[in-house]
């Protein structure tokens, strides 16, 4: 009897279900489930901002399959399955896709077209970090996905969820910027991270 509702939700989940599979399947084969991820695969499939103009446009799809591995992937698959599932569960599959891919592609066109590239003109600290780091994961994606399932929380929880979430997210961006070549301080996730949850609370405004 207990098979059947188990069977319904995760009916329910097919996008979730499809992205952890993928990524973890990814992480056992380049080993990134016991260690960090190998720097040949991260230039071959890493993205960073200076891939725009020469025409590596596939690496912001490729990119979103890997992680940096180590405690890094599971915490990526652990998100991966929270953050998608409410937002399958919330508004659906195709919703959670747009979600999903379009706050992951618009992040890092964000990141790209509006800082890296005027950054880089100049001589400040985190140019090169910004316009040259070669970064991997899903974390634009799910981040904009829990923020779309935040916006759709009551009023009173929904005040205290932007709170809490935009609190570590800033914490974690001025810990990056404060240490910017520490290997634990990815500058460029960390502002990735800080664009894609409020993108995430914009689709949800908009979607019903």
């Known amino acids: 009897m207990a098979s059947i509702p188990i069977r319904a939700t995760l009916k329910r989940l097919p996008f979730t279900i499809a992205m952890v599979v993928i990524v973890a399947a990814i992480g056992v084969a380049t080993a990134t489930h016991l260690e960090r991820l190998e720097p040949g695969l991260m230039k ?50 195709w919703r959670t896709v747009l979600a999903f891919w379009g706050v992951h592609l618009a992040t890092l066109a964000i990141v790209s077209l509006l800082l890296a590239f005027p950054l880089y003109q100049f001589d400040v600290v985190w140019r090169k970090l910004l316009a040259a780091e070669h970064d991997v994961g899903p974390s634009a994606g799910y981040y904009g996905c829990l923020g779309l399932v935040c916006q759709k929380w009551p009023d009173r929880p929904r005040r205290w969820l932007y709170a809490v979430i935009g609190g570590v997210l800033i914490a974690r961006l001025v810990w990056a910027a404060l240490s910017p070549r520490a290997a634990h301080a990815p500058l460029g996730a960390d502002i990735a991270h800080l664009i894609a949850f409020p993108l995430g609370i914009a689709l949800g405004r908009f979607t019903k």
């Open 44 to 93: 071959r499939f890493g993205f960073a901002p200076l891939h725009l103009p020469k025409g590596e446009w596939m690496r912001l799809l490729s990119s979103a399959f890997l992680t940096t591995g180590g405690w890094s992937f599971y915490r990526s698959l652990a998100m991966l399955a929270l953050c998608l599932g409410l937002s399958e569960f919330r508004v659906g599959t």
